[in-house]
């Protein structure tokens, strides 16, 4: 499973209404990888049977505190409006979101959206699974 879906099966629903086209550009690797770890964390406490709204609201808030969190400088035009497509349908689901409506949040992207959502997902393997090699975690 792609990383970017996995993150987005992981990682996809949004909490309030994020503004991620105002998401900081200038995070560091680690606070932007950190981030991503929280959204993981977040859909590992959901019951995907049958997701309860505090579960939701986790997720969302996790995925807000990410969109804050922004991505760093070096990510590509096309990885940032991957980032972008990813928390903004996070943050546009209903509070009482099913199982289904969580893992299609993440896989309802066609044509440039597929492109970069993949591009998302090729920079958060470059960056995230690499320094956490790196520095031994």
Known sequence: MKLV?????????GATTVACGGSPSDASAEDFCGGLDDV??????????????????GIKDAVADFADTGTPEDISDDARAGFELITEGIADL????SAEDLQKASADFNGEEEKQAD???AYVEKTCL????????
């Not at 879906?5 to 629903?13: Q, S």
């Not at 993981?40 to 609201?57: I, R, S």
């Not at 690499?130 to 975690?137: K, P, R, T």
């Open 5 to 13: 879906h996995l993150a987005a099966a992981v990682v996809l629903v």
């Open 40 to 57: 993981a964390a977040a859909y590992a406490a959901v019951d995907f049977e049958e997701p309860t709204e505090d579960q939701v609201a």
């Open 94 to 97: 209903a509070d009482d979101a």
């Open 119 to 121: 591009a998302f997902d």
């Open 130 to 137: 690499d320094e956490g090699a790196d520095s031994g975690e």
